[in-house]
């Protein structure tokens, strides 16, 4: 690989997260029995005419603004023209010249532009027969287009997962890749470095992470073969059979000019107000990115602060826990013993207190997962559970003087072992002292004074 570099760009296509369709009324209920959720604006009727859902538009605008785009003031809706069966008017409505946001960025790479557009149908493909569903015709979707800054299947792969969180963090897409909210399309070529970009072949409609990365690393290599046998990649559009783990040809690559895109007659030109994008802007949630650089700077390693901000929900009890004062223990307790758990049934000031109380000493990190349990199984408070069973850790110097005393009389033989310079018998004293306050010792405080009876 050293003597190639890998050139990629990802168009996502994710659905927005309205009640209707872009440009009518009807549902976009996920799962409804077939061509249930059609009218006449939808399936193609002559006469019919769109009519722009203002839920969509502001959504779209919330990812551009998520992505550090510019929201352009002035953006035109296009006709995309093609046949396809699940495409009843024949043409998609899209945005081309004049999208609704360019520039943006995630990490290092760059966003060329989103813009608005129609979902298609959908295709059922019975034995001899293709069979066409168009609940989905008409879905608002975004389409998120980067430039090609990516290099290996694994920054893909990062890419996707930081854009879908953003997506899932703004209330914009619900990221469901298994339902077609989420859609990827990879464009990869390869060339000698130095070299001007080679020739793409476009891989479309990859619903998984896993199908993202095993298809563009099965393209890397088949264009490697291709050129290194003296031959030329061919500019197309490829399909992934997850079953064999390959690409295969579809069909030549389009072009722009070849889907003869003109402004959509039946609608005006979208008209953004600043007032709606600052509004817009004001809604929005602190995004991941500035989330792990606040938990980095919390004192939290960046891969614990990278798992920490995986959804929302997650990051948000993160927050709430580590308000009580300790963010490395929250962060810990919640990636380990919340995490366990599946969900947040334990409220985070509820945890928050937990921690509190072992930072105080009132009880060790051992008796600490016990109450935690119990907390999950009853809701009950902490201090509540701890009084109620005696648990509360023993920090008086004189009570575990008084029991290392008794450790050091009961054990004569392990006592002058250690001071004979055997010291891994130290532990077993320690553990007697811990039988002596029924585990209740601090721990800290418990070896200290042992130590200074065996070493006089």
């Not at 959509?264 to 600043?274: H, V």
């Not at 901000?309 to 490395?328: C, H, I, M, Q, W």
């Amino acid at each position: 690989m050293t003597d190639w570099e890998v050139v990629i760009g990802l168009e996502v296509h994710a659905r927005l997260l309205t009640r209707s369709k872009i440009f009518c009324a009807c549902a976009t209920d996920f799962g409804a029995p077939p061509n249930t959720h059609v009218c006449p604006v939808c399936l193609g009727y002559p006469g019919a005419l769109p009519a722009l859902n203002r839920r969509a538009v502001e959504l779209a605008i919330r990812a551009g603004l998520a992505t550090g785009c510019t929201i352009q003031e002035r953006s035109i809706f296009a006709r995309k023209n093609y046949f396809y069966p699940d495409l009843p008017k024949g043409y998609q409505i899209s945005q081309f010249e004049e999208p609704l946001a360019t520039g943006g960025r995630i990490g290092s790479v760059r966003l060329r532009r989103i813009h608005l557009e129609e979902d298609a149908g959908k295709l059922i493909h019975v034995s001899d027969a293709s069979l066409v569903d168009l609940n989905r015709a008409g879905v608002p979707l975004i389409e998120i287009v980067s430039e090609p800054d990516i290099r290996s299947a694994v920054d893909a792969d990062a890419y996707l997962t930081r854009l879908r969180q953003i997506l899932m963090y703004g209330e914009i897409c619900d990221g469901n890749m298994e339902e077609g909210s989420l859609r990827c399309d990879a464009n990869v070529s390869i060339r000698r470095p130095g070299e001007p970009l080679g020739t793409r072949a476009e891989i479309k409609n990859l619903n998984s992470f896993r199908f993202l990365r095993n298809a563009i690393e099965f393209e890397i290599q088949r264009q490697i073969v291709i050129l290194k046998g003296g031959g030329r990649v061919s500019q197309e559009t490829r399909l992934f059979d997850p079953a064999s783990g390959e690409t295969r040809a579809m069909r030549s690559k389009e072009e722009a000019h070849d889907y003869r895109y003109f402004p959509e007659p039946d609608l005006f030109t979208l008209s953004i107000d600043r007032a709606w994008v600052e509004d817009v802007a004001r809604s929005l949630p602190v995004m991941p990115d500035a989330r792990v650089e606040k938990y980095v700077a919390m004192g939290i390693p960046a891969a614990e602060a990278e798992a920490l901000v995986a959804t929302r929900e997650l990051a948000d009890y993160f927050e709430a826990v580590a308000s009580g004062g300790n963010p490395k223990a929250a962060a810990n307790w919640v990636r380990n013993e919340v995490l366990h758990l599946g969900h947040f049934r334990i409220e985070p000031v509820m945890l928050a207190r937990l921690i509190a109380m072992i930072d105080a000493g009132t009880i060790g990190s051992k008796v600490a997962k016990e109450v935690f349990q119990e907390m999950a199984e009853s809701g009950e408070a902490p201090d509540a559970i701890v009084e109620r069973r005696g648990l509360a850790q023993v920090a008086d110097p004189a009570v575990i003087r008084d029991a290392a005393q008794r450790v050091v009389e009961q054990h004569p033989t392990q006592v002058a072992q250690y001071r004979g310079g055997k010291t891994q018998v130290f532990g077993f004293l320690v553990g007697q002292l811990m039988k002596q306050t029924r585990g209740k010792a601090k721990a800290e405080l418990a070896n200290e004074i042992l130590k200074e009876l065996l070493d006089v």
